[in-house]
């Protein structure tokens, strides 16, 4: 059973930059795609970004293309999302996950598992 940790969320001023870091146990985690989500308040949760386990194919939300980038490190069981740009829409809990099977792709949020605690992001006007 894998285990996710983010880390690196915070309070920023709009305009602002964070940069999240997800890191896995385990060790397959080169075989996976991973995602971000997010949920802000009162809201559901939607994918905000994921990447293949080699880093060929990245998909981004409408809302986030051009001000985040996702990437990863398998070296160190590490994928990150670094946000730029930052607005007070972005204010959420991000989660990372890791999909269900191994070299398989899909932005469906049924197909991910192993979600991580969630770090909150908050952005100020």
């Known amino acids: 059973q894998v285990q996710l940790a983010e880390s690196g969320g915070g309070l920023v001023q709009a305009g602002g930059s964070l940069r999240l870091s997800c890191q896995a146990s385990g060790r397959s985690f080169s075989s996976y795609t991973m995602g971000w989500f997010r949920q802000a308040p009162a809201m559901e949760r939607e994918l905000v970004a994921a990447i293949t386990w080699a880093g060929d194919i990245s998909y981004y939300a409408d809302s986030v293309k051009g001000r985040f980038t996702i990437s990863r490190d398998n070296a160190k069981n590490t994928v990150y999302l670094e946000m730029n740009s930052l607005k007070p829409d972005d204010t959420a809990v991000y989660y990372c996950?890791?999909?269900?099977?191994?070299?398989?792709?899909?932005?469906?949020?049924?197909?991910?598992?192993?979600w991580g605690q969630g770090t909150q992001v908050t952005v100020s006007s």
């Open positions: 996950a890791r999909d269900a099977r191994a070299h398989h792709y899909s932005t469906a949020e049924t197909n991910f598992e192993s």
